[in-house]
T-cell receptor, first 115, second 109 residues
C-alpha cells in the first residue's frame, strides 16, 4: 500500500537556525497537509496545500513557516529562526481530494528538537 | 470550535473485551473521522462516517453518529493487545480537520 514518507525521522537544531522537513506524499494525491503535535498534546493543523499554493492555514502558521513543492514528488515545510517552542512532532499528510470528505494519509513524522 | 473531544481520556481493558470510546463536538459537520496513533507513529485513518449516516462498520470497528446529540462512538470488539494505541476523532465541516485530545487505550494480554 502506498505510504507518505517523511525525512528525517529526527532533527536536532540549535535555536535560531532554519530547518527543512521533507515529505513525499502518495503519488496520486492532490492535497497535502502539515500538522504539529507537541509532546502529550493534540494534533494541530498547520497548513494545507493544493495546486501549488496554500489553500488554508492556521494561526500557528505565521511568517516563520513556509511550504513548497519544489518538484513533482516532494513537499517541504521550512521553519525559519527556530524557537524552543517549535520542538514537536511534525506530520505530513495527503489526500486524494479536499480534506472535508476524504481520509488523510499520514507519514510517521519528524521529531524536531530545538536546543 | 468544531473540535472533537474524546471520552474517556484513558481506558484499560483485558484482551477479548470490547472497548468503547466517545467523541463530542459543538458545531455542524460534514463528516467525522476516527484515527489511531501508535506510540511514536503517524495517525492511521480507521473510518469516516458522513453526517447523513448513523452507523458504519469496518471489521471489528463499529462507529455510530448521532448528529442531534453531536456525538459519535467507536466500538472495538474482541480487542487485541495490538489495539493498544491512542484513538482520535476528527470533525470536518468547511474547515480543516480538527482533532481531539484522544483516548489512550491499553489492552492487556
Amino acid at each position: 500500500e502506498p505510504e507518505v514518507t517523511q525525512t528525517p525521522s529526527h532533527q536536532v537544531t540549535q535555536m535560531g537556525q532554519e530547518v527543512i522537513l521533507r515529505c513525499v506524499p502518495i503519488s496520486n494525491h492532490l492535497y497535502f497537509y502539515w500538522y504539529r503535535q507537541i509532546l502529550g498534546q493534540k494534533v494541530e493543523f498547520l497548513v494545507s496545500f493544493y495546486n501549488n499554493e496554500i489553500s488554508e492555514k492556521s494561526e500557528i502558521f505565521d511568517d516563520q513557516f513556509s511550504v513548497e513543492r519544489p518538484d513533482g514528488s516532494n513537499f517541504t515545510l521550512k521553519i525559519r529562526s527556530t524557537k524552543l517552542e517549535d520542538s514537536a512532532m511534525y506530520f505530513c499528510a495527503s489526500s486524494e481530494l479536499g480534506h472535508s470528505n476524504q481520509p488523510q494519509h499520514f507519514g510517521d513524522g519528524t521529531r524536531l528538537s530545538i536546543l | 470550535s468544531q473540535q472533537g473531544e474524546e471520552d474517556p481520556q484513558a481506558l484499560s481493558i483485558q484482551e477479548g473485551e470490547n472497548a468503547t470510546m466517545n467523541c463530542s463536538y459543538k458545531t455542524s459537520i460534514n463528516n467525522l473521522q476516527w484515527y489511531r496513533q501508535n506510540s511514536g507513529r503517524g495517525l492511521v485513518h480507521l473510518i469516516l462516517i458522513r453526517s447523513n449516516e448513523r452507523e458504519k462498520h469496518s471489521g471489528r470497528l463499529r462507529v455510530t453518529l448521532d448528529t442531534s446529540k453531536k456525538s459519535s462512538s467507536l466500538l472495538i470488539t474482541a480487542s487485541r493487545a495490538a489495539d493498544t494505541a491512542s484513538y482520535f476523532c476528527a470533525v470536518s465541516g468547511n474547515t480543516p480537520l480538527v482533532f481531539g485530545k484522544g483516548t489512550r487505550l491499553s489492552v492487556i494480554a
